[in-house]
């Protein structure tokens, strides 16, 4: 999980939307690549396709009932760095830089809007061992980076970072390990946006579920996608390997 798709883009005030989770944010939109080549796979350990990381995406079916008028939308490049850090630990500046962790071998985007939340899903698989050694790095990186101010054109948003292990939360008994991050961001000593991600490694791939919202970030949301996000990665997990 990098900078690239975990922090995706923002903007002053209401407008601040889709910042993380989580990893290479291109212009992924959702739909296939011309021609793709299923028999490729991944990397030779989880012997995923890069098909398959798409199968394990999230889909309008998975997150419909969270938000009126949701919707799959293009993925967003991220257009942060650790430039527009006003105040905050380097370790900050290396989360939007994406220096830190291990790179991914393969990953996929989805991006879903509506009304008032948008949410995020991301698959990557690793070499072996490393999708434990992301997990780890992103623990480090954020006992480092609580806080931090950015500069956003002008006007300055401070964002609180919190992270807990998801078996410390009930009801998250998902995959091998996991991560739950939460960042609250203000304006003028008022909310603006809040932020989740839950980070699940199943073997050396990670599912990365994200939401955005200016209300409350709830179990009806983030565990919904969690729950979704997961069960997508172990039915084309158990495929990969029938």
């Given at each position: 999980m990098k900078t690239r798709s975990f922090f995706r883009?923002?903007?002053?005030?209401a407008a601040l939307s889709a910042l993380l989770l989580v990893t290479a944010c291109g212009s992924d939109d959702g739909d296939p690549d011309p021609d793709p080549t299923s028999s490729e796979t991944t990397e030779e350990d989880s012997g995923l396709s890069e098909s398959d990381l798409r199968d394990a995406l999230l889909t309008e079916d998975d997150v419909e009932g969270l938000d009126d008028g949701i919707e799959e939308v293009d993925v967003e490049e991220a257009d942060l760095s650790g430039d527009d850090i006003v105040d905050g630990d380097q370790a900050c500046a290396d989360f939007l830089d994406d220096d830190y962790g291990v790179d991914e071998e393969e990953k996929a985007q989805a991006e879903f809007e509506g009304d008032a939340v948008t949410v995020y899903s991301t698959v990557e698989s690793y070499a072996a061992g490393e999708a434990e050694e992301e997990l780890e790095a992103v623990r480090d990186l954020f006992d480092e980076c609580s806080t931090f101010t950015l500069d956003l054109g002008g006007a300055e948003a401070t964002v609180e970072v919190m992270t807990l292990d998801l078996d410390e939360l009930e009801g998250y008994d998902l995959g091998d390990e996991g991560l739950a991050i939460d960042l609250t961001f203000t304006q003028e000593g008022a909310e603006v946006l809040r932020q989740g991600y839950t980070l699940v490694r199943i073997g050396d791939v990670l599912t990365i579920?994200?939401?955005?919202?200016?209300?409350?970030?709830?179990?009806?949301?983030?565990?919904?996608?969690?729950?979704?996000?997961?069960?997508?990665?172990?039915?084309?997990?158990?495929?990969?390997?029938?």
């Open positions: 883009a923002a903007a002053p005030a579920s994200g939401a955005a919202t200016q209300g409350t970030l709830g179990d009806d949301i983030m565990l919904t996608i969690s729950e979704a996000a997961v069960d997508r990665l172990e039915t084309v997990l158990e495929d990969a390997d029938a």
